[in-house]
């Protein structure tokens, strides 16, 4: 791991980006944080939703507009987490909560990769009526990747404080 974390903060995108001033790494870390936070923001709200809250709103409403919000949001933290990480990588070699966040972010993917492909989620985002159960799959699945991602913003904002 210390040689691709080597390899990332000697790239090019690294020197390019200390090279372009006092300013870049905070502008990106805002980026960061605004990413996540529309990220997080539509994923509490969808997930929220699909454990079992605001019953009187049919899931679809909420699937709408925040998927590809989450996307949007997913898309933003993740480059400007990379470009924010390649100034110095290796200072962070060894750092638990780099190395839980980053499986963690994969296994988030992999969750809304299988939850998409459910037939009770397909169903909801399609504004159809319910099956017998899918409540119940769609209130686990909401809750897992609940899980998921406050564990992602948690090790996120420990990574600084190792």
Request: with cysteine; glycine share 10%.
């Amino acid at each position: 791991m210390h040689a691709l974390m080597a390899w990332l903060e000697g790239s090019a995108l690294a020197e390019l980006l200390r090279g372009m001033g006092i300013w870049t790494y905070g502008l990106l870390n805002l980026a960061h944080i605004l990413g996540i936070s529309t990220l997080f923001g539509s994923v509490l709200l969808l997930d929220l939703r699909l454990i079992g809250l605001w019953r009187s709103v049919p899931i679809v409403s909420i699937i709408r507009p925040t998927v590809p919000l989450a996307a949007i949001g997913f898309v933003l933290a993740m480059i400007s987490g990379v470009m924010m990480l390649s100034f110095n990588t290796t200072e962070y070699h060894g750092n638990p909560f780099l190395y839980i966040k980053l499986p963690v972010i994969v296994l988030g993917l992999i969750n809304i990769a299988i939850v998409q492909r459910l037939a009770a989620w397909r169903r909801a985002a399609a504004g159809d009526m319910a099956a017998p159960g899918d409540k119940r799959a769609l209130a686990i699945a909401g809750a897992l990747s609940l899980s998921i991602w406050l564990t992602v913003v948690s090790c996120g904002r420990m990574i600084g404080y190792w």
